[in-house]
């Protein structure tokens, strides 16, 4: 009976053991990675605890869609605007830019993590491009390890000048001092493609129509 005893108290323990260096790491690590994926972070105000997972899920599904050749198709899908760039000829006026910068008024307010400078860059090099600048996309990213938390975001526009620095959270936006970047993108996939999506979503909080040279912004 003793040695009975010994064994159901040695699976016992070892059945402990299991639960809470297997089951439960499995649990909590689908867990976060479920809420970052198909959660709003900030809603849940769990951002620096699923900010791990969710950055490693991206990175998986990147590397999925490489493999099977649908990266592009992909990214660009997670865009809901048809014809988001446009051929038109180009501006390169400082100018010119000036004087098109000083024609947008947001129609919203700055609103960190909802409405703020990722989303406004991403708005602006929309627009500079509709209306036939050469924009990118600046970032600064707090940290090194993970890509997702941007510190701040601008536009960089090239003109027969240089390049222009235009800060996108006055209204209107103006041209800056040069800044250092630490990333640059070419266009709004790009930056899903390294930062995700929902720091570059302006279209669901704003409308944005060009028309005859002339632009309309709305909230949404």
């Not at 649990?27 to 620096?48: E, K, P, W, Y």
């Not at 869609?65 to 198709?73: M, N, P, R």
């Not at 090099?125 to 970032?139: C, N, P, R």
Request: with cysteine; proline share 5%.
């Amino acid at each position: 009976m003793e040695r009975q005893s010994k064994a159901k108290d040695f699976f016992e323990t070892l059945g402990c053991l299991f639960k809470l260096f297997v089951v439960l790491p499995a649990f909590l690590v689908v867990f976060f990675m479920l809420l970052a994926v198909f959660g709003h972070i900030t809603d849940f105000g769990l951002r620096s605890f699923v900010i791990v997972p969710q950055r490693c899920w991206e990175g998986v599904q990147e590397k999925y869609w490489k493999l099977t050749g649908t990266y592009d198709a992909r990214i660009r899908s997670l865009v809901p605007i048809d014809s988001y760039y446009t051929d038109r000829p180009r501006r390169t006026s400082v100018a010119d830019l000036r004087r098109f910068l000083g024609t947008i008024g947001w129609p919203i307010d700055y609103e960190e993590n909802e409405f703020d400078c990722t989303e406004m860059s991403a708005a602006l090099e929309h627009t500079l491009e509709q209306m036939g600048f050469e924009a990118d996309i600046a970032v600064v990213i707090r940290g090194k390890l993970f890509a997702s938390d941007v510190e701040h975001a601008w536009v960089i526009v090239r003109t027969d000048s240089g390049e222009a620095h235009v800060e996108p959270t006055r209204s209107p936006p103006e041209i800056v001092e040069p800044r250092r970047c630490r990333k640059r993108y070419r266009d709004i996939y790009g930056a899903i493609g390294y930062c995700g999506i929902r720091e570059w979503d302006w279209w669901t909080r704003i409308e944005i129509e060009v028309r005859n040279g002339r632009v309309g912004m709305w909230p949404k």
